[in-house]
């Protein structure tokens, strides 16, 4: 069973603008990315709210697929992302093989590589699995619940790839050819680039 977590719980404080709620292409960029996702051969899908979660949960409401994913507040958001992991794995159920970890800021990644990506990590089922655009790792990742300790064992003021580096030797890069995999929208130039 392949868990995804959406992290969605920043302040988008370089953006200056909120970005989970920003119109992106036909939806906003949480919708979009919870629809890639859904569309994808994951098994279920637990989205991290802090900031403005309220808001967010309304706005999640009136999606046809509200009732088929979880939603998880990190109350802890301000300390940085690896709370909102953190929260996310918590709320997985018990008997998750992987999770997917993906990021509100790529709400433009396809789920054909999504589906690529699970498909190489049950046919091989090494430790991390991530794409890779001309030989540069990118996001979503897969991370087998065999390092779920680990990850909630990290503490706040360290990222993930405190763990992803001490794997490097059991890492699988799978190539594509999505661009994507490397472009978050950090900053409201990165967003008009796009529009």
Known sequence: MISAILLAAGLSRRMGKFKQLLPFRDKTFITSAITSLLASNI???AVVLGHRSIEVIE?????????NIKIAINENYLQGMTSSIQTGIRLAPDNTKA??????DQPHIP???INELIENYYRTQTLIVKP???????HPIIIDSLL????LDLR???????ITRK???ETLLVPTESKAILEDFDTLEDYLRFQ
Not at 59 to 67: I, T, V
Not at 99 to 104: C, G, Q
Not at 132 to 138: A, D, N, R, V
């Open 43 to 45: 098994n279920n899908l």
């Open 59 to 67: 706005h999640l409401s009136k999606e046809p697929y509200f009732n």
């Open 99 to 104: 999770f997917l970890i993906a990021l509100v």
């Open 111 to 113: 789920k054909e590589v």
């Open 132 to 138: 890779s655009y001309k030989g540069k790792s990118g």
């Open 148 to 151: 779920k300790k680990e990850i």
């Open 156 to 162: 706040l003021d360290l990222g993930l790839n405190q």
């Open 167 to 169: 794997y490097l030797s």
